[in-house]
């Protein structure tokens, strides 16, 4: 139940008035965030903070005469992706929850399935336009250093083995734009961005059928490693198990107690997926590989964590997911760590975007289950942390993943933490119980 203050804006002015009141605010878009409970988030914000709505702020969309897209307001990413599509142009950021917002993407730096072939939303930023604590809009490039008055070496150093992961466990900060890219909100609000876009091309999914990864994941594995040398081919790779696939009604259901893994490629380059890596599989056999049309496919594919979400509300409890990327060489042990996960007597299910070596492990407690659960999932992050994994690939921190990033803070990103909200956010009104503070 929510307990704190709620203030919707509807303009530009009215969000520079409320920010230079100076008045503690969590500003938040769609909601749609699954690290910051906001249907239950009495007890976990200050009783001052206000929620502060955004996304009653009309959104705007239009081509610059690059055809990059600039987005201002209010505008979810299925909005944004009809837009592109209505002018042969695409996005190449496709986050599985569609309606989400576009500026709290860049907020979340949020990435998603397209991750495979186009890498993530930071690499996609042209510049973006953003409210300082002074209500002041300014512009951040991304083709140009972030220059702060404090020392980043440090931060920089303990950043690089992160370099080639979606997120790291802490933002990048290396050009202008990464100041509002996965800082989730906590240093100023995003008004505006300029995002790349390509020429749209007609895709196509390939599904694969295997058996469940519980009993043998070998046949995953060969996929895993055959996709890696495809990233121009492929947009998309991603994961369902069985577990996942049983939340579906039969109908949509494209398994019979089996996992599946899907491809999204362009209809163009189906022949040469097809020839030079389907047909190659030594552990799949043709017969187990269909095309599915692509509006049946997203619908497939939302319809999972959605299901999942809903079976957790049911039961009163926050859902005990994973958010973890690992490096290729640590998939395995990834893979096998959470087999140990099965046989605890809680029900579960893995899926993802298993072509990055990033799935999304839940517990299915029951109520009583919860602290096992938890405990299990320090277990997991001491283990990421001994891989050299990043803890939380996409979803951010928010509110509950506070406690189990903070293993992976040193002196020096606290004191960088520190240094920005002096700078960025002296009175302490951007979402104030984020994980900078
Ligand atoms: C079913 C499901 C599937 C999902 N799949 C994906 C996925 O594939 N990839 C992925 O990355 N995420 C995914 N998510 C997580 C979520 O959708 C993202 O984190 C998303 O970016 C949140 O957007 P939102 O509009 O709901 O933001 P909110 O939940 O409202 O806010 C999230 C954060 O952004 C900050 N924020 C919002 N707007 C602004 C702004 N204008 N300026 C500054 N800060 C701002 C808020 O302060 C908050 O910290 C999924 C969630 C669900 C429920």
């Avoid at 947009?235 to 949509?252: G, M, Q, V, W």
């Avoid at 043709?286 to 049309?293: G, L, P, S, T, V």
């Avoid at 029900?347 to 492990?361: I, K, P, R, S, V």
């Avoid at 040193?410 to 933490?417: D, P």
């Amino acid at each position: 139940m929510v307990d704190q203050k709620i203030k919707s804006f509807y303009s530009n002015e009215e969000l520079i008035t409320h920010i230079k009141s100076g008045l503690p605010t969590l500003f938040h878009s769609s909601q749609t965030s699954t690290v910051i409970p906001f249907e239950n988030i009495k007890g976990l914000l200050n009783p001052q903070t206000i929620l502060g709505n955004l996304s009653t702020i009309e959104g705007h969309l239009e081509f610059t005469s690059n055809n990059d897209l600039f987005v201002s307001g209010f505008v979810t990413w299925k909005e944004a992706k009809d837009f592109c599509r209505s002018h042969g142009r695409e996005i190449m950021t496709s986050p599985t929850e569609e309606l989400a917002g576009v500026l709290a993407g860049i907020a979340t730096s949020c990435t998603g399935e397209r991750s495979f072939g186009f890498k993530n939303l930071r690499s996609q930023i042209v510049e973006l336009h953003y409210l300082d604590y002074k209500g002041n809009e300014n512009k951040l490039s991304a083709d140009k250093k972030l220059l702060l008055p404090f020392d980043l070496t440090n931060y920089h150093n303990d950043f690089a083995p992160y370099l080639n992961f979606k997120n790291a466990p802490y933002p990048r900060l290396l050009v202008e734009t990464d100041l509002m890219t996965g800082t989730e909100g906590q240093l100023g609000i995003i008004t505006s961005a300029v995002l790349k876009t390509i020429l749209y091309e007609e895709e196509t999914y390939l599904f694969i059928l295997l058996p469940k990864w519980e009993e043998n994941f070998e046949p995953h594995l060969e996929i895993f490693h055959a996709v890696q040398a495809f990233r121009n081919e492929i947009r998309a790779c991603e994961f369902i198990d069985s577990n996942s696939l049983s939340y579906l009604p039969a109908e949509k259901n494209p398994g019979k107690n089996q996992d599946i893994v899907f491809l999204e490629v362009r209809k163009s380059n189906f022949d040469t997926v097809h020839e030079n890596l389907l047909a190659k599989l030594k552990l799949t056999n043709e017969e187990n590989i269909f095309e599915m049309a692509s509006g049946k496919c997203r619908d497939l594919r939302v319809s999972v964590p959605r299901a999942i979400f809903e079976v957790n509300s049911r039961m009163g409890v926050s859902k005990k997911g994973t958010d973890v990327q690992v490096s290729a060489l640590k998939f395995r042990d990834l893979l096998t760590f959470y087999r140990s996960y099965t046989n605890r007597g809680v029900d579960y299910n893995l899926f993802g975007h298993f072509g990055d070596a990033h799935l999304h492990f839940n517990f299915m407690p029951t109520p009583d289950k919860n602290d096992f659960c938890n405990h299990e999932l320090e277990r997991l992050y001491n283990k990421v942390f001994e891989w050299h994994g990043s803890p939380f690939a996409e979803h951010g921190i928010g509110l509950l993943k506070k406690k189990f990033i903070a293993p992976f803070f040193t002196e020096h990103q606290k004191v960088v933490f520190r240094a920005l909200k002096k700078e960025f956010d002296p009175r302490g009104q951007f979402f104030p119980e984020g994980f900078m503070s």
